[in-house]
């Protein structure tokens, strides 16, 4: 596997924001982009959330969830199969990287692109680009720094 795509970055494909661009021109430019099964789950709720804020409509939310499942049945984006082990990876993670203040489901994402020898990690969350980095994993951000 060359490159592993975590949620936040991959939502950026079906919801139009800043950097939304960018990540579908990183992802053409990969040979093959792979994430967890967890990213099924993540995907989900970030649409219903952002629905409930008000971010998007019904409308968009039933559009960016259709398209996303068939990206997923088309192979867009490989879904690494369950890995009841990587639980226990993931917890490892945090020692691993202890100035990072990692989340359990980032630190998911980081044992699965490890795991199955991910060589890029895309990700629009800065503290989880910072552990991705600190486990020596190249690193593509997609998020908007604060002037």
């Given at each position: 596997?060359?490159?592993?795509?975590?949620?936040?970055?991959?939502?950026?494909?079906?919801?139009?924001?800043?950097?939304?661009?960018?990540?579908?021109d990183?992802?053409?430019?990969?040979?093959?982009?792979?994430?967890?099964?967890?990213?099924?789950?993540?995907?989900?709720?970030?649409?219903?959330?952002?629905?409930?804020?008000?971010?998007?409509?019904?409308?968009?939310?039933?559009?960016?969830?259709?398209?996303?499942?068939?990206?997923?049945?088309g192979?867009?984006?490989?879904?690494?199969?369950?890995?009841?082990?990587?639980?226990?990876?993931?917890?490892?993670?945090?020692?691993?990287?202890?100035?990072?203040?990692?989340?359990?489901?980032?630190?998911?994402?980081?044992?699965?692109?490890?795991?199955?020898?991910?060589?890029?990690?895309?990700?629009?969350?800065?503290?989880?680009?910072?552990?991705?980095?600190?486990?020596?994993l190249?690193?593509?951000?997609?998020?908007?720094?604060?002037?």
């Amino acid at each position: 596997m060359s490159a592993y795509i975590d949620t936040s970055a991959l939502a950026k494909c079906y919801i139009r924001e800043v950097n939304s661009l960018d990540v579908l021109d990183w992802a053409d430019a990969q040979d093959e982009v792979s994430t967890s099964p967890l990213t099924l789950v993540e995907f989900r709720c970030l649409l219903a959330r952002r629905r409930r804020a008000g971010q998007i409509d019904l409308l968009l939310e039933r559009r960016a969830l259709a398209e996303f499942d068939r990206d997923v049945l088309g192979h867009t984006w490989r879904v690494y199969p369950e890995a009841a082990q990587l639980f226990s990876e993931a917890r490892n993670l945090i020692d691993l990287v202890p100035e990072v203040p990692l989340r359990a489901l980032d630190a998911l994402h980081l044992a699965y692109a490890r795991h199955f020898g991910a060589k890029s990690f895309a990700t629009a969350d800065k503290n989880q680009a910072a552990a991705a980095l600190a486990l020596g994993l190249s690193v593509f951000t997609f998020y908007q720094l604060k002037s």
